[in-house]
């Protein structure tokens, strides 16, 4: 029986109609064609011969851009930057290329990024779960009656190419281009939807929130935010708890329930599939790259429409519990925010336990309050909700955390904010490159506090003329494992809290300034 999927929460109609959608995908020639029959190799000619005057001008004109052709589609590559850095892989900035739009029954892929590959495919598209596969059909031609392969690729839809190790764990897509007159008798569908699909794996390193943000979320938002909610996500390593963790989110970039690749035996029929996602940089959004400009600001935006009505329903909870601090009387501070007395900036403090914990972290409070901030301390773990973090951060001023996964969620604090990063021995590197930059580009007044070799816990554990605490970089250097093992597994932080405290003052003064030019009648957090 076949029928068509409908929205969340809508009733069937009896006159479902299905709409082929014409999308602009970027896209490459890559991969291979069978081309047996003659008719096949005139088309390719004409093809290319036609395709030769569309791209005079820019061969004519650029100097810096490189050409692929295909019969399904013209890809012009914008050149790769590479930044220096122990992995160079992490931090390529891919361009998007520029392209036209693919022809019907056809997969068009683009690999030029060295983060991940994405396909498009246009068409009557099918998937066949069984045979880890999906087709799409040329549009039928009578005066053909056999079935013939087109074009085959093969894709792994996640955003860690470069790491071959954690891409042998993904499961690999057929995407096949057919050609058939019988169509009807090969995968009928049993579900046929009328908006477009995007296919994503939800396996590799997710469980751990800094690669759920950027390798998964932020990619799917920049790969189907242009569609305004018309996608059906398909996901591959499918897990409940992902999707019940991101619930919030998923309702609020598509309209329709998620299906799991694996599980649901059913063809599903979609009039177009992107297979994979589109990924920028660490943790951001280029607005160079986005359709209508789109920024990382939108994607805040999002974030504030998923969570708002849990947090007022928090709000309503925790009302009762709320008290307004008083200030305390130093006159240096009082001087500084006596126009507002009731309204102390708010800090909040990411905790850890066990590896890169601060171990005087209790010390770190009572000094925080002293200089005058309204302290809170988070303790996250995985039961705690988004929305309770999200509430707690996009109401602060400042936060403190040492490097790790937990940073991520800078992403949720306002422009303006202040973001001070605790940065253990042998941890430079991957704290400005995967939090320190991308805090920047969302606006945050960043600063990476680097902890003095005396600050660490390993201090005690080496000789003082140890490689891992006089020159980290020659240790990091050998590779992923010396650094997991020694610098994030086994070092913990007790701040020199004197050195700490400029830090913390000059983020007061900043951050009450900041507050004052705002507005004469800020409301309290």
Known sequence: ???????????????????????????????????????????????????????????????VTTFSLSPFCIFVESPQVENEGPSTAAVINAKAPFYSSVTNGAICCDRSSIRSDVCTMKGDVRTHSLSSSIFVYESQDEAVKNEEDLQHEKIKPYTRKWETNIMDTIDELDLIAKKNTLIMNHHKCDVQHDVPAVFFSTGGYTGNVYHEFNDGIMPLYITSQHFNKKVVFVILEFHNWW?????????????YPVVDFRTD?????????????????????????????????????????????????LMHEHAK?????????????????????????????????????????????????????????????????????????????????????????????????????????????????????????????????????KESSLYDKYDKDDP????????????????????LEDQTVRLHLPRFRKQLVGAFDYTVDRLNQQSPNIQSH
Request: glycine content about 6%; some cysteine.
């Open 243 to 255: 999707v019940m963790k991101y619930s919030d989110i998923l309702f609020h970039l598509s309209d």
């Open 265 to 313: 035996k059913r063809v599903h029929c979609f009039p177009e599939a992107i297979v994979g996602l589109k990924i920028h940089d660490e943790l951001t959004v280029d607005s160079s790259l986005m359709e209508g400009n789109a920024s990382i600001v939108e994607f805040q935006n999002l974030l504030d429409r998923a969570y708002r009505p849990q947090i007022r329903s």
């Open 321 to 453: 519990l709320s008290v307004v601090p008083k200030l305390k009387k130093p006159s240096r501070i009082r001087r500084k925010v006596q126009e507002h007395p009731f309204n102390k900036p708010k800090l909040v403090i990411i905790s850890r336990n066990g590896s890169r914990a601060i171990t005087n972290e209790k010390l770190l409070v009572k000094m925080a309050e002293k200089i005058g901030f309204q302290v809170q301390v988070l303790r996250p773990d995985s039961r705690t909700m988004l929305a309770e973090i999200y509430w707690a951060l996009n109401s602060s001023d400042v936060m403190i955390g040492v490097h790790g996964a937990a940073m991520t969620h800078f992403l949720f604090m306002k422009p303006g904010s202040v973001f001070i990063q605790v940065i253990p021995l042998g941890t430079e590197w991957a704290a400005e490159a995967y939090y320190g930059e991308p805090a920047k580009k969302l606006g945050l007044n960043y600063i990476g506090y680097q902890i003095l070799t």
């Open 1 to 63: 029986m076949v029928y068509h999927q409908r929205r969340k929460g809508e009733k069937p109609t009896d006159d479902e109609d299905e709409e082929g959608q014409s999308l602009a995908m970027e896209c490459a020639s890559s991969g291979y064609y069978k081309r047996s029959r003659p008719k096949l190799l005139t088309f390719l000619f004409i093809s290319l011969l036609s395709c030769s005057f569309i791209l005079a001008p820019h061969l004519i004109f650029s100097s």
């Open 468 to 487: 891992v605490l006089k020159d980290p970089r020659t240790v990091t250097r050998k590779g992923w494992q010396y650094t997991k093992t020694i610098y």
